[in-house]
């Protein structure tokens, strides 16, 4: 059974330092998104890539936010400095590579980040 | 800008007590309509993608329906288990990005 998985699945840190989130798509799915969830604004699209290159990161603080896809199997979502407004479950999805736009998106299990 | 608005915020249903809820939709060009059920603690989890009006999809105890403007989740003969947050999102044609409403909680009494 393919699924995305996300590393770590809980994170406590303290305001100012650096969190990086990891996020293996299912293999073979070339797209890849970052989501952030929070009760107040709900599940809100941070950055997506396609074939690892960046297509949109329009939703992402791009003082303090970098996402980055190394390689097929691996996508990262760094936060530095950290702040306590950052703390939410932070989601990682992945589309099969068919090249039609109709594909859905299949979510990983989230990373919670609470920033103190 | 796209925007999806569902209701009720929470539904509180009796074991076998059909229900529906709404999503309402606006948004440049549709690609796709999307519904995914989210547990807590969670990844949301698809359920159905709906593409044009007047198409129709179900899957065990839902049946998802969609119109020019909205979309429809009903929940027939609920059980415990289908408590959960049920999403809706939308996707604007030639594009993958998905704008997600705020969910409708739906909790199930045995």
């Known amino acids: 059974d393919a699924r995305v998985t996300q590393t770590p699945r809980h994170k406590v840190t303290e305001m100012g330092q650096e969190v990086t989130m990891r996020c293996q798509p299912i293999?073979?799915?070339?797209?890849v998104f970052w989501y952030r969830q929070t009760m107040m604004q709900g599940l809100e699209l941070l950055a997506y890539f396609r074939n690892r290159a960046p297509l949109d990161d329009s939703g992402m603080p791009k003082d303090r936010f970098s996402a980055e896809m190394p390689d097929a199997t691996l996508a990262t979502l760094k936060i530095q400095p950290s702040e306590p407004r950052d703390s939410a479950v932070y989601f990682c999805?992945?589309?099969?590579?068919?090249?039609?736009?109709?594909?859905?998106?299949?979510f990983g299990p989230g990373t919670r980040l609470l920033v103190l | 800008e796209d925007q999806v608005t569902q209701s009720p915020e929470a539904l509180r249903l009796q074991e076998g007590e059909s229900s529906s809820l709404n999503c309402s939709y606006t948004v440049s060009g549709l690609r796709g309509l999307f519904w995914y059920r989210q547990d807590p603690g969670k990844g949301p989890e698809f359920l159905f993608t709906?593409?044009?009006a007047g198409e129709e999809k179900e899957k065990e105890r839902l049946k998802a329906t969609l119109t020019k403007k909205e979309s429809f989740l009903h929940i027939t003969a609920p059980k415990p288990e289908d408590s959960a947050t049920y999403l809706c999102?939308?996707?604007?044609?030639?594009?993958?990005?998905?704008?997600f409403g705020a969910g409708t909680t739906v909790t199930v009494r045995a």
């Open positions: 999805a992945s589309v099969p590579s068919t090249g039609a736009t109709s594909e859905t998106q299949y």
């Open positions: 293999l073979g799915h070339n797209t």
């Open positions: 709906l593409y044009s």
């Open positions: 999102a939308v996707s604007p044609s030639n594009d993958y990005k998905l704008s």
